[in-house]
């Protein structure tokens, strides 16, 4: 199945961990953003799975950074109450898909992550293509060429804003 990152909780780590492995999908934990930064580094995951106990900068900026430089990797929160504003914030700039408040159950979990997943087929290839046309608007085109280019490039942001619509962001 996927590739999971759990990152900084050790309820997750157990309880949410076995879980998941259970349902077939391979998971890597992180006890902290800096292990999270190290396991990003050495391999790709599909999703990643994180607490926030307290509104802290690091792991803000660890999420907003993993976003941005793993855009195929779906991310999934779970925040407190009292934190939940971080994590919403973060779903409302695109760089998690899915905020979950606790107290969660692992039905909730699982079902996050499968969202997220699918999501995250959908946006794959919305990269991939993206990273073509780039490359296709840095070379010299015709005229003709040049406005196909632009009609494909508005179609793709029409396809990729409805899948932003079914992943909640990103």
Same mark, same amino acid.
């Given at each position: 199945?996927?590739?999971?990152?759990?990152?900084?909780?050790?309820?997750?780590?157990?309880?949410?961990?076995? $879980?998941?492995? +259970?349902?077939g999908h391979v998971i890597t934990l992180a006890g902290s953003v800096a292990e999270a930064r190290k +396991?990003?580094?050495?391999?790709?995951f599909q999703l990643m799975?994180?607490?926030?106990e307290s509104r802290?900068?690091?792991?803000? +900026? $660890?999420?907003?950074?993993?976003? =941005?430089?793993?855009? =195929?990797?779906?991310i999934?929160?779970?925040c407190s109450e009292t934190n939940a504003h971080a994590g919403e914030d973060?779903?409302?700039?695109?760089?998690?898909?899915?905020?979950?408040?606790?107290?969660? =159950?692992l039905v909730q979990v699982r079902d996050a992550a499968q969202r997220a997943l699918e999501g995250r087929d959908l946006l794959t290839p919305i990269a991939s293509l993206r990273r073509g046309m780039r490359r296709l608007q840095a070379t010299e085109l015709s005229d003709g060429s040049r406005?196909?280019?632009?009609?494909?490039?508005?179609q793709l942001e =029409?396809?990729?804003?409805r899948a932003r619509s079914v992943t909640g962001g990103r």
């Amino acid at each position: 199945m996927a590739s999971i990152l759990v990152v900084e909780d050790p309820i997750l780590d157990s309880t949410v961990t076995r $879980f998941l492995e +259970g349902a077939g999908h391979v998971i890597t934990l992180a006890g902290s953003v800096a292990e999270a930064r190290k +396991g990003l580094d050495e391999r790709p995951f599909q999703l990643m799975l994180s607490v926030v106990e307290s509104r802290g900068r690091s792991l803000e +900026g $660890f999420l907003e950074d993993a976003a =941005t430089q793993r855009p =195929t990797m779906a991310i999934v929160l779970v925040c407190s109450e009292t934190n939940a504003h971080a994590g919403e914030d973060l779903r409302r700039r695109g760089h998690v898909a899915e905020v979950l408040r606790q107290p969660v =159950t692992l039905v909730q979990v699982r079902d996050a992550a499968q969202r997220a997943l699918e999501g995250r087929d959908l946006l794959t290839p919305i990269a991939s293509l993206r990273r073509g046309m780039r490359r296709l608007q840095a070379t010299e085109l015709s005229d003709g060429s040049r406005e196909i280019l632009k009609g494909m490039a508005r179609q793709l942001e =029409t396809l990729a804003s409805r899948a932003r619509s079914v992943t909640g962001g990103r």
